[in-house]
């Protein structure tokens, strides 16, 4: 009897002791329950001594980052109901979509995740899905097979935080991919034929704008070269013109110098220079009908009335 109530008393020990430790990793936090209430304090990494029997109750929440994956899985491709993660875009056709999730539960509100731990990812995948069924309802079959991949994670994270506020979990949503995003099986053939069909019009226009590039690059060299010459010319031109200015104000100051002490200068220059230009006219046949009024000293034309032709 004395060896059956020491055997008694060193199980108690024992099992006291056992309810007593927990051991807490680095990675994890513990929230502790005393009676069913929650403790402000949260015990970190090492050894925690709580009370025994059951009074004192730790839940260990690992604060890793987890990752849940969302919307269409390999099994439900071989079941002939509509599989979860088929959905339809704007313009009714189907798309099979697969996400995958990560979040993190919030250091001082692990106490929030402990409450609902059995129900955090099921609340996270039916928010993911109902945002991916938005999105995709959206845009038609060419836009979301061929944007998906790339604005549907931003798209998540951007909104997911938001859509799971009011469940209070004590999550931070971080990353969010697309690991799938294709037309059904059954008709995967015929959308890739049309992708490649419609990558081979993209390759065409996209040559066609680079050789209407290469032409407008062209022209714009011709246009600035011709530019370039006509202004030189212009500029030679004018450079011309302004000597020639320059020269008549000059013989024009010296004439009207002349003329102030000549008063007879300008009408026997003007007499010299109209017999230069028709003895011109006359060697190159132009003047015929002036030849009554040639004489030997050249061309008369002072003379008025027109004097008639000697016989």
């Known amino acids: 009897m004395r060896y059956l109530l020491a055997a008694a008393a060193f199980a108690a020990i024992v099992f006291t002791i056992a309810t007593s430790l927990t051991q807490v990793q680095s990675h994890q936090r513990g929230v502790v329950r005393r009676f069913g209430r929650i403790l402000d304090f949260k015990p970190e990494q090492g050894l925690y001594i709580g009370l025994p029997w059951g009074i004192d109750r730790v839940d260990l929440v690992d604060m890793r980052d987890r ?15 509509i599989p979860p993660g088929e959905m339809l875009t704007g313009d009714h056709n189907l798309v099979v979509v697969r996400a995958s999730i990560n979040f993190r539960v919030r250091e001082a509100e692990a106490e929030k995740f402990v409450l609902q731990a059995g129900n955090v990812d099921g609340f996270v995948a039916r928010a993911a899905e109902s945002l991916l069924a938005e999105w995709i309802a959206g845009r038609t079959v060419n836009d979301v097979l061929r944007r998906g991949k790339i604005e549907l994670p931003a798209f998540l994270h951007e909104n997911l935080q938001d859509r799971l506020k009011d469940y209070d979990l004590g999550i931070d949503i971080g990353t ?22 419609q990558n081979e019009i993209e390759t065409k226009i ?35 013109a302004r000597a020639d200015a320059h020269s008549f104000r000059t013989r024009l100051a010296q004439y009207q110098e002349l003329s102030r002490t000549n008063p007879d200068y300008l009408n026997t220059l003007w ?12 060697d190159e046949g132009r003047v015929e009908l002036l030849d009554n009024f040639l004489s030997e000293g050249g061309l008369n034309i002072t003379q008025f009335p027109l004097q008639p032709k000697k016989k």
């Open 271 to 282: 007499q010299e220079e109209m017999k230069a230009v028709y003895a011109k006219m006359r």
């Open 176 to 197: 969010a991919s697309i690991t799938e995003l294709d037309p059904p099986r059954q008709v995967k053939p015929a959308f890739e034929r049309v992708g490649t069909a």
């Open 67 to 81: 990752t849940i994956s969302v919307g269409f899985t390999d099994k439900a491709q071989e079941s002939d109901d």
């Open 206 to 240: 996209s040559a066609a704008e680079q050789q209407a590039n290469e032409k407008r690059s062209v022209a714009a060299t011709k246009t600035y070269e011709m530019r370039r010459q006509a202004q030189a010319y212009a500029n030679v031109e004018l450079v011309k």
